[in-house]
């Protein structure tokens, strides 16, 4: 048995120099093999095997295909729909409120929530919160000599599918000022527009 163990291994010996290939050799790569699995050769070499195929678009992926860039279309304020039960009053597109704003003989009544108001809002504007209706109530007695001596009067919310500006204007309709309108693009669109915004609680004078 030892005499057959001692010729195998001679054999081994002389099957791995006819490749190039010591016996220390081959031991220290069968180490590496171990150490770096699915590698041929060890560290810096190419992996074995399928490889995970980049996926279109997914760009956290090493070697990912970018997708094709997605363009959000800008939101069309001028296109919103009028509710029926808003059509008694104006409303107002970009250009028109703008241009009334800049004419200086305009009230802006800011609809939003107060704590809104006093951390932006149209310049001038004065704020009429809807709810709760205590500090609707509360503005409105405030603010009256302005309501009063203004030329027009233009109610603002948050722009696309916010109603409490026409909500607001509804009440200001049934009290009789029917010189008012609603600001189509509201808060949003002043932004856009990056046009002058205001801080504060109170409206300062312009």
């Known amino acids: 048995m030892k005499r057959l163990l001692i010729s195998a291994l001679t054999l081994a010996a002389a099957s791995l120099g006819a490749y190039g290939v ?3 050799q081959y031991t220290q790569g069968r180490a590496q093999d171990n150490q770096y699995p699915g590698q041929v050769g060890g560290p810096g070499q190419a992996p074995s095997g399928p490889q ?3 996926m279109p678009g997914n760009a956290t992926y090493p070697g ?7 363009t959000q279309a800008p939101q069309d304020f001028d296109a919103m729909a009028i509710p029926d039960w808003a059509k008694a009053w104006k409303h107002y597109h970009w250009e028109e409120a703008k241009a009334a704003w800049e004419a200086k003989d305009s009230l802006f009544i800011d609809a939003r929530a107060k704590s809104e108001y006093d951390q932006g ?4 504007a004065i704020p009429l ?3 709760p209706q205590t500090d609707y109530d509360k503005y409105y007695a405030l603010y009256l000599p302005k309501i009063k001596a203004a030329k027009h009067l233009i109610t603002y919310c948050h722009g696309a599918g916010c109603q409490l500006s ?7 309709w049934d009290k009789g000022y029917h010189n008012l309108g609603s600001f189509f693009g509201g808060w949003p669109q002043w932004n ?3 046009m002058p915004i205001e801080t504060g609680g109170t409206p300062q004078p312009r």
């Open 22 to 24: 010591s016996p220390s």
């Open 166 to 172: 026409n909500k607001v204007a509804q009440k200001l």
């Open 192 to 194: 856009e527009h990056k």
């Open 121 to 124: 809002h149209i310049p001038g």
């Open 64 to 70: 990912a295909v970018p997708g094709p860039a997605v």
């Open 52 to 54: 995970p195929q980049p």
């Open 129 to 131: 919160p809807l709810n």
